[in-house]
């Protein structure tokens, strides 16, 4: 007997293939660039999230899971019978028909893999509105710096025999120590803007203005209330969507040890054959699958577990940083302050010539130290303070 499929019900849902090639010069040079002018935070995360390929990459790794499970296809058979009549038989799968049994496992697996695509979408969506929001306030806070001064010129001194002739080249090496931490901070500065570029997808190519966030700490440290950090971090999210998917493998694995009921209507020559045979088959072996699927759904539980642990002392841990890192940057900043005023002293002590230049001179190096040891604290103060309000599952996005 021959066995066809129903081939126009299948060539009126085809798919026709269409080409999308791949151009490296092309993701550089074609890169949609931000918008101009000064861009604020909130449009520098909407513009990402319409732009950015990662997040843009999830969509289609959520669209790609097909949650529309078609029953079983309904196979027909055409031949001739032992009596070399004419014979059509239909074989049909009732359970897959009807959505229960292995389909509606299948379905309800589907969906659970959909949900586990799009929480992974939107954990990188808030990592990456979080990473802005970090480039933000690292330009914020290079930029109000304050550059320390500490110019001196050792000349007159020398000449005047005050200062030995090595005084000009212990000078020049400090106000090139000086040079440095102003290269260092253009460094960062520009690092930084190359780093919001690629979270905006654009290319290094392009710039971008930042818009300022406000002069305070910002965001607001996150309260310590460990429901609400369960509630707002989308790494767990993520885990229990994937805990979902664990559960939907052992639901199918359970639904796969029944029977399936096959039923095989037949029109031939003989009418009285009409209804064919019913076909049961029995699945070998799939208590195993089920079992394995059980403890693999019993694993993804677990480690949900671990995760909420680990998330709780995470959100803690970050806070305690983060105080720690503010009040390192408010003792350097105290200090070099304070070196500052050192060096004003040690400057005018040595004019009215009651001071030594050796104090000039290490007071000098002081303020660089300083400078470059608050550049250092302010900016450990700032990815303390976003990864403790990340921790507590900030940003939370509409």
Same mark, same amino acid.
């Given at each position: 007997?021959? &066995?066809?499929?129903?081939?126009?019900?299948?060539?009126?849902?085809?798919?026709?293939?269409?080409?999308?090639?791949?151009?490296?010069?092309?993701?550089?040079?074609?890169?949609?660039?931000?918008?101009?002018?000064?861009?604020?935070?909130?449009?520098?995360?909407?513009? /990402?999230?319409?732009?950015?390929?990662?997040?843009?990459?999830?969509?289609?790794?959520? /669209?790609?899971?097909?949650?529309?499970?078609?029953?079983?296809?309904?196979?027909?058979?055409?031949?001739?019978?032992?009596?070399?009549?004419?014979?059509?038989?239909?074989?049909?799968?009732? !359970?897959?028909?009807?959505?229960?049994?292995?389909?509606?496992?299948?379905?309800?697996?589907?969906?659970?893999? %959909?949900?586990?695509?799009?929480?992974?979408?939107?954990?990188? *969506?808030? $990592?990456?509105?979080?990473?802005?929001? $970090?480039?933000?306030?690292?330009?914020?806070?290079?930029?109000?710096?304050?550059?320390?001064?500490?110019?001196?010129?050792?000349?007159?001194?020398?000449?005047?025999?005050? /200062?030995?002739?090595?005084?000009?080249?212990?000078?020049?090496?400090?106000?090139?120590?000086?040079?440095?931490?102003?290269?260092? %901070?253009? *460094?960062?500065?520009?690092?930084?803007?190359?780093?919001?570029?690629?979270?905006?997808?654009?290319?290094?190519?392009?710039?971008?203005?930042?818009?300022?966030?406000?002069?305070?700490?910002?965001?607001?440290?996150?309260?310590?209330?460990?429901?609400?950090?369960?509630?707002?971090?989308?790494?767990?999210?993520?885990?229990?969507?994937?805990?979902?998917?664990?559960?939907? $493998?052992?639901? &199918?694995?359970?639904?796969?040890?029944?029977?399936?009921?096959?039923?095989?209507?037949?029109? #031939? #020559?003989?009418?009285?054959?009409?209804?064919?045979?019913?076909?049961?088959?029995?699945?070998?072996?799939?208590?195993?699958?089920? &079992?394995?699927?059980?403890?693999?759904?019993?694993?993804?539980?677990? $480690?949900?577990?671990?995760?909420?642990?680990?998330?709780?002392?995470?959100?803690?841990?970050?806070?305690?940083?983060?105080?720690?890192?503010?009040?390192?940057?408010?003792?350097?900043?105290? &200090?070099?302050?304070?070196?500052?005023?050192?060096?004003?002293?040690?400057?005018?002590?040595?004019?009215?010539?009651?001071?030594? !230049?050796?104090?000039?001179?290490?007071?000098?190096? #002081?303020?660089?130290? *300083?400078?470059?040891?608050?550049?250092?604290? /302010?900016?450990?103060?700032?990815?303390?303070?976003?990864?403790?309000?990340?921790?507590?599952?900030?940003?939370?996005?509409?």
């Amino acid at each position: 007997m021959i &066995r066809v499929l129903p081939l126009l019900l299948l060539l009126g849902a085809c798919v026709h293939y269409h080409a999308a090639p791949v151009d490296m010069e092309a993701t550089v040079l074609e890169a949609p660039a931000p918008p101009g002018g000064a861009l604020p935070y909130e449009k520098a995360v909407e513009w /990402a999230v319409l732009h950015n390929p990662d997040l843009l990459a999830l969509r289609k790794r959520a /669209a790609a899971v097909n949650v529309s499970v078609p029953p079983e296809p309904p196979e027909v058979e055409a031949g001739i019978d032992s009596d070399r009549n004419p014979e059509l038989v239909l074989v049909l799968d009732v !359970f897959s028909l009807l959505g229960t049994g292995r389909r509606g496992a299948v379905k309800a697996l589907a969906r659970a893999r %959909r949900n586990e695509a799009w929480m992974a979408h939107h954990q990188r *969506a808030r $990592e990456i509105a979080a990473e802005i929001a $970090e480039a933000y306030e690292v330009e914020r806070v290079l930029a109000s710096l304050p550059m320390p001064e500490a110019t001196f010129d050792p000349a007159p001194y020398v000449r005047a025999g005050f /200062a030995p002739a090595s005084a000009e080249s212990v000078m020049r090496a400090t106000a090139e120590a000086l040079k440095a931490e102003a290269r260092r %901070r253009e *460094a960062e500065r520009a690092s930084n803007r190359l780093a919001l570029l690629r979270l905006l997808g654009a290319s290094s190519l392009a710039s971008v203005e930042i818009a300022a966030p406000p002069d305070a700490p910002w965001p607001e440290p996150p309260p310590a209330d460990w429901r609400q950090v369960l509630k707002a971090r989308a790494d767990l999210q993520r885990r229990l969507a994937s805990y979902e998917v664990a559960e939907g $493998e052992f639901r &199918r694995a359970v639904a796969e040890q029944y029977p399936a009921l096959v039923v095989s209507p037949s029109v #031939g #020559g003989d009418p009285t054959g009409f209804f064919g045979a019913v076909t049961v088959t029995l699945p070998i072996g799939a208590s195993k699958e089920a &079992r394995a699927a059980e403890a693999a759904r019993d694993a993804a539980r677990l $480690e949900l577990e671990g995760a909420v642990l680990d998330g709780l002392r995470d959100a803690e841990a970050a806070r305690h940083q983060a105080e720690a890192a503010a009040a390192t940057l408010m003792a350097a900043t105290m &200090r070099r302050a304070a070196q500052e005023e050192i060096l004003r002293t040690a400057m005018a002590e040595l004019e009215g010539r009651s001071g030594s !230049f050796l104090d000039v001179v290490f007071s000098v190096e #002081g303020v660089v130290d *300083a400078a470059a040891a608050e550049r250092e604290a /302010a900016l450990d103060e700032v990815r303390a303070r976003l990864a403790a309000a990340r921790a507590a599952g900030w940003p939370v996005l509409p």
